[in-house]
């Protein structure tokens, strides 16, 4: 399809597309009103914001299909955005262009009770899928996210879940696909191949093609329809908190490790005193007062059985394992701080249910690296320097907003019953501040080369153009690179489909 010639001016343009889009998906659903766009132009990230030039929100897979080909038409960058919760700027739409809101595509198209499956729209969240489906007995595994995100983006993304040593990441939860590719033609994958959908497990038919829209954010086109595992929920559960000295991050990793090896857990996740502090509290204040009271550094195991014997059982192994690797269990003094907040033994209900903003100051910049979890003390205590190096030079006592290193934390969750584990650096600077991207800038370029030249595997290297995350890695991947370049210029030979991300130009992918 040839692209409209730029005789008109760009703004002439995008009014023409608007007017093709709003017929498309009625007159109050697309608009370039600035007040609007604005709302699109950034996330919790340090990104440099960048308003759309036109929002529009389609109600079904047809009108995405029109829409890519509206846009393709006049060469408009088409930028999805299921519920923007990501924290890499991945939905701000670096060159302009169509932001693609699927908000209105929120059902749950069906829960399989028998088959543990449920297939969903692009902006159903956690929550409510986690609510449907306990219903049931049964759970979608969730992150510690706010229950607000799009489990159906996070499940693309590759999330990581306090499940994951279980069940692994978002990826391996996919049974099946509906695509609308850059040239609006729709792919079907998985169970979703054929229209008496099943939700067996298949993968391919043949090789796996679902496989390269994982963790493609968008550049090969926009899923519109998910089938996803749900997982049988137990009739009896607790939760163990076991807490940590700062420097006592061997144990940690040890302790981590033998938790899901011996696969006596549900979930099990390090926390440092920040992020659990985020995680458990409503608002800014009450985070800093918890943070200021939590130990520095707890593993919380929650874990569960069909019977009570089965579940006392799995308390025996997780005693032997708190023995074993020296975890300092603190059940009492976990349970005083906590329980005028909340009910203890739904900590891990309260991350999946609701919808929380983690954040100090503004940000949550994050750094994601998957290693092997021994590698974890190691990589912890380096990040912790950088910390230093770049949040602890503030005097609290003088700046407006400081920056203390302790409000950087990390946290730790093994995958594949401990074979590896993933390490989240997290830090919470002021993305309304000079200071603050400055500072989260200068830690992504101290962390980011570190842990890939030390064997760390940077899995998601988000980030835009100008920050420049995606081209730290790029350089290392060599043939990897050039055939992913080749299959993003083979579907999207016009680059439209969120432009610049994952380290691609233009130029480099090929147009
Ligand atoms: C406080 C906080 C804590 C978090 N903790 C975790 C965690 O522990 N583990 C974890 O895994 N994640 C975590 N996240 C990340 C977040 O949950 C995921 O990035 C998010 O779930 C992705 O869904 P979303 O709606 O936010 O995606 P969006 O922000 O809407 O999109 C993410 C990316 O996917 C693309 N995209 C969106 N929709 C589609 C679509 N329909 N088709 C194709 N591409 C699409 C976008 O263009 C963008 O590049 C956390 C986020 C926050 C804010």
């Known amino acids: 399809m040839a692209v409209k010639q730029v005789d008109k001016t760009s703004k002439e343009l995008y009014t023409e597309l608007l007017g093709k ?16 766009l604005i709302g699109y132009s950034r996330d919790q990230s340090l990104e440099t914001a960048h308003n759309p030039n036109i929002v529009v929100l389609p109600e079904s897979t047809e009108q995405v299909v029109k829409v890519i080909k509206a846009a393709r038409e006049y060469g408009a ?20 262009g169509v932001t693609c809101d699927m908000r209105r595509m929120d059902r749950i198209l069906e829960i399989d009770e028998e088959n543990m499956a449920v297939r969903i729209q692009p902006a159903a969240t956690f929550g409510k899928v986690y609510v449907e489906a306990e219903k049931l007995g049964l759970r979608n595994v969730v992150p510690s996210a706010p229950a607000s995100v799009s489990m159906l983006a996070n499940y693309l993304d590759k999330g990581v879940f306090q499940v994951s040593n279980k069940y692994g990441v978002g990826t391996d939860s996919i049974l099946g696909l509906v695509m609308v590719l850059p040239d609006g033609e729709i792919l079907r994958t998985g169970c979703l191949h054929q229209d008496n959908y099943g939700p067996i497990c298949v993968e391919g038919p043949g090789p796996d093609i679902s496989g390269i829209f994982h963790s493609s954010m ?40 033998e938790v899901a090896r011996a696969d006596c857990s549900l ?3 390090l926390f440092q005193d920040g992020y659990l502090g985020l995680g458990l509290t409503p608002n800014q204040d009450g985070a800093e007062t918890l943070r200021a009271q939590l130990p520095r550094q707890s593993a919380l195991v929650y874990y569960g059985g ?11 192994q ?58 974890a003390p190691d990589f912890a205590r380096e990040f912790m320097k950088f910390a230093r190096k770049n949040f602890a030079d503030t005097d609290p006592e003088s700046s407006d907003r400081p920056y203390p290193y302790e409000e950087t934390t990390f946290y730790l969750q093994p995958l594949e019953f401990g074979r590896s584990g993933m390490l989240e650096m997290d830090a919470y600077p002021n993305q309304g501040e000079p200071e603050g991207i400055k500072r989260g800038l200068a830690m992504a370029r ?21 920050s420049g995350f995606g081209w730290v890695q790029t350089p290392l991947l060599g043939t990897y690179f050039d055939l992913l370049k080749d299959i993003k210029g083979t579907l999207d030979p016009l680059n439209m489909m969120n432009p610049g991300r994952l380290g691609m130009t233009a130029d480099q992918a090929g147009v």
């Not at 996803?228 to 939760?239: M, S, T």
Request: charged letters at 25%.
């Open 21 to 36: 889009l709003r017929k498309i998906v009625g007159e109050e659903w697309a608009t370039d009103d600035p007040v609007i």
């Open 218 to 257: 968008g550049t090969l086109g926009i899923c519109t329809e998910m089938v996803a595992q749900l997982y049988p929920l137990p009739a009896f559960e607790d939760v163990l908190p076991a807490e940590f000295g700062e420097d006592d991050l061997e144990n940690v990793s040890d302790f981590l490790r």
């Open 77 to 96: 960058p088409v930028v999805a955005w299921s519920t923007g919760g990501n924290t890499g700027g991945g939905c701000i739409p670096q060159r302009g």
């Open 318 to 375: 997780l005693d032997c394992i708190v023995e074993r690797t020296g975890a300092g269990l603190s059940p009492e003094m976990m349970l005083e701080l906590l329980k005028e907040l909340v009910p203890w033994k739904r900590v891990f209900k309260i991350i999946q249910v609701t919808p929380r903003v983690e954040r100090l100051s503004g940000c949550f910049e994050l750094f994601w690296f998957n290693i092997a979890i021994d590698q």
């Open 446 to 466: 101290d962390v980011i080369p570190f842990i890939c030249e030390s064997g760390g595997h940077f899995d998601r290297p988000y980030g835009g153009e100008k």
């Open 306 to 316: 069909e019977t009570a014997e089965e579940l006392e059982i799995r308390r025996e």
């Open 267 to 269: 979930e099990t996740i």
